[in-house]
């Protein structure tokens, strides 16, 4: 620092105003891509030592509802509206009430409370909230700059995104039953991701319970118009197959406005782990499906699951890009999976831009299940992480917990990826949670490069005839077996991750990665573990274990080659080199922060923001803070 002198760093403060300028003139990127990138530079490797806290912003759930958190979790990626819309920062808590901040000082500018009925048994989630302008063309009487959100007891509302008022022209007073369109069923369907909209339609997907009944409601994608919020167009994704439902659209939407295309990652058909009464491959269930925006027509559908037994929903938003060929650019997509793969697809066709392969896949399993043969491998990117786990693989702190770990897994239904449950206990690698999860990915188009962050843990599942018991639970909680009668079906199934005696996973870490691919190449560039282990312990220890933690949310990248994640189990918020993924900064949380990171440009100033509301899964301290991070002033 001392060979600085005062006017190199007057120079340099100039240069990082201009480039500040620079990219806030810069449009804001477009959330319905999928890339979670930013141009803004202000924030680079040089500085980012001097990042730290610029304001602190708690929406009050917290304290009014410690019980109601315990299995929710705030995990809102906020959005920053434009300047002719006011400049709000806004976001949404677990129980869909709507804030909008200053963007400089987190000061409140107006809340809006939808009043959900909290007795719902489901958890609470809200990952953001939707911003549209209605075009000058269109007479509207006010309310022309609006907010959208969608509450866990399944309204869908508008809001002036000046004030946060009903905008009264829309639906009845501002909000659309979706009850009443067939689209809601208490303590069985829900709202976790926000709407999607563009070209004066708003789109609508949910979160249908998991595991519990052999015919969940079905998992039916709705469209409305932006303006009236009169119903433009539904989609039901198990059209013509009986004896099911789900198939849902829980992670967000991809919109490429242009084209008129809209992009809907489907999950499993119900129940989960159980496929007698729905026969064949359940075609556009675990499926990325493109269908014209404007009509609600299917386009195509590509399943990368046949005939689903492994709750392989797919788990977050399909990723917009210009895939760089030798004869150019095409537009594409690619689309991460719980099984850890990335498969990369010409955007208007679905046809695979890298080989896919229908491989053999073990398929004996319980009377009257038949099983697919075969499913689909992506040749190229390779997987992200491990897909198999043998006895031989087992890990543990000591030779004695090592081999209780080898014995439990020379013990289960092994057969490798996609190893159909059974009743005999059966190794399920990747678990439900993944591989990726519903953060995705981020991208950096000048490089070519998605970063994924992974979940590197072994579940076991067991069939258990003629069992009855319950659970709300999404997945099993830490060092314990979820049970769950499937109503239907002559089945409990029972789900717990593989771990030691002493409470650690049997498989080698790190079990959380962050890895980066080349979507040009097709070819994984690095890959580093991702968390510490130190407070996942029954004590806490004094120094970070950087083996790695599960992990849920997403990540941001910059231009400056900055990628911001927190979504792991030790309260931190992390920032990695795109070029190598060396960590590069970290800063301690008051609770782990599970939501997608975003960043803005405001008079000036680069400002970082992540929501900071626990880890409900595995039982970790509940939180509801907004955390904004910036450069000294």
Same mark, same amino acid.
Request: hydrophobic content about 35%; proline content about 10%.
């Given at each position: 620092m001392r060979r600085i002198n005062v006017p190199l760093k007057s120079l340099l403060t100039c240069s990082a105003f201009l480039m500040a300028a620079h990219a806030q003139a810069l449009p804001m990127p477009d959330p319905l891509q999928g890339q979670h990138f930013s141009p803004a530079t202000q924030i680079n490797r040089e500085n980012l030592d001097s990042l730290a806290p610029a304001w602190i912003h708690q929406s009050g759930d917290l304290a009014g509802n410690p019980e109601s958190l315990r299995n929710s979790a705030g995990q809102s990626t906020p959005i920053l509206l434009p300047e002719e819309a006011g400049e709000s920062l806004v976001?949404?808590?677990?129980?869909n009430r709507v804030i909008a901040l200053d963007p400089a000082s987190g000061k409140v500018r107006w809340q809006s409370d939808p009043k959900i009925n909290r007795e719902n048994t489901r958890p609470f989630r809200c990952r953001g909230v939707s911003y549209w302008s209605v075009p000058a063309s269109i007479k509207v009487d006010s309310c022309r700059q609006r907010i959208y959100s969608l509450t866990a007891d399944r309204r869908l509302i508008a809001l002036d995104a000046h004030t946060g008022n009903l905008c009264k022209d829309f639906g009845k007073g501002g909000e659309v039953a979706l009850a009443e369109h067939g689209l809601f069923k208490p303590d069985e369907v829900a709202s976790s991701s926000p709407p999607a909209v563009a070209n004066g339609v708003v789109v609508v997907g949910s979160s249908v319970i998991d595991f519990a009944l052999a015919e969940a409601p079905r998992g039916v994608v709705a469209a409305y118009d932006a303006v009236t919020g009169e119903p433009r167009w539904q989609f039901d994704p198990l059209e013509g197959i009986a004896n099911t439902g789900g198939a849902n659209v829980w992670a967000p939407i991809a919109i490429d406005a242009e084209r008129d295309l809209i992009f809907l990652p489907t999950s499993a058909p119900s129940p989960d782990y159980y496929g007698v009464l729905r026969p064949g491959d359940n075609r556009n269930a675990n499926s990325v499906i493109a269908l014209q925006l404007s009509t609600g027509k299917q386009l195509w559908s590509f399943q990368h699951s046949h005939h689903d037994l492994w709750d392989f929903d797919t788990p977050a938003q399909p990723i917009l890009f210009d895939f760089q060929s030798e004869n150019g650019p095409v537009p594409a997509l690619a689309q991460v999976t719980k099984q850890g793969f990335v498969f990369v697809l010409e955007r208007t066709t679905g046809k695979p831009l890298f080989p896919i392969e229908?491989?053999?896949?073990?398929?004996?399993?319980?009377?009257?299940?038949?099983?697919?043969?075969?499913?689909?491998?992506?040749v190229k990117p390779p997987p992200l992480m491990p897909t198999s786990l043998s006895a031989d693989d087992a890990w543990g702190l000591t030779f004695w917990d090592r081999q209780?770990?080898?014995?439990?897994?020379?013990?289960l239904n092994n057969q490798g990826l996609f190893t159909p449950p059974s009743e005999q206990p059966t190794l399920m690698f990747p678990g439900s949670m993944g591989g990726a999860n519903w953060g995705g990915g981020a991208y950096l188009a000048e490089h070519n490069l998605l970063m994924v962050n992974v979940n590197v843990l072994p579940f076991v599942g067991q069939l258990i005839k003629n069992a009855e018991t319950t659970s709300t639970r999404d997945h099993p909680t830490a060092g314990q077996t979820m049970h769950v009668t499937m109503k239907g079906t002559p089945y409990t199934v029972a789900i717990g991750a593989l771990m030691s005696p002493l409470g650690i996973p049997c498989n080698p870490p790190p079990w959380g990665r962050l890895v980066a691919v080349d979507l040009a190449k097709g070819e994984i560039v690095w890959s580093v573990a991702l968390g510490s282990v130190h407070e996942m312990g029954p004590v806490t220890a004094p120094f970070r274990i950087n083996w790695g933690t599960p992990n849920i949310g997403g990540g941001l990248v910059t231009a400056?080659?900055?990628?911001?994640?927190? /979504? %792991?189990?030790?309260?931190?918020?992390?920032?990695?080199?795109?070029?190598?993924?060396?960590?590069?900064?970290?800063?301690?949380?008051?609770?782990?922060?599970? /939501? %997608?990171?975003?960043?803005?440009?405001?008079?000036?100033?680069?400002f970082i923001v992540i929501n900071a509301g626990g880890h409900a899964m595995f039982d970790r301290l509940a939180g509801d803070y907004l955390y904004a991070f910036a450069l000294p002033e």
């Open positions: 976001y949404c808590t677990p129980f229908e491989r053999p896949v073990a398929v004996r399993t319980i009377p009257e299940e038949v099983t697919s043969p075969t499913q689909p491998f992506p209780k770990c080898h014995e439990k897994i020379a013990a400056s080659g900055i990628m911001f994640i927190g /979504a %792991t189990m030790d309260r931190t918020f992390h920032a990695f080199d795109s070029r190598d993924g060396r960590e590069l900064w970290n800063y301690k949380l008051p609770v782990d922060a599970t /939501a %997608t990171p975003m960043t803005y440009m405001y008079k000036g100033r680069q």
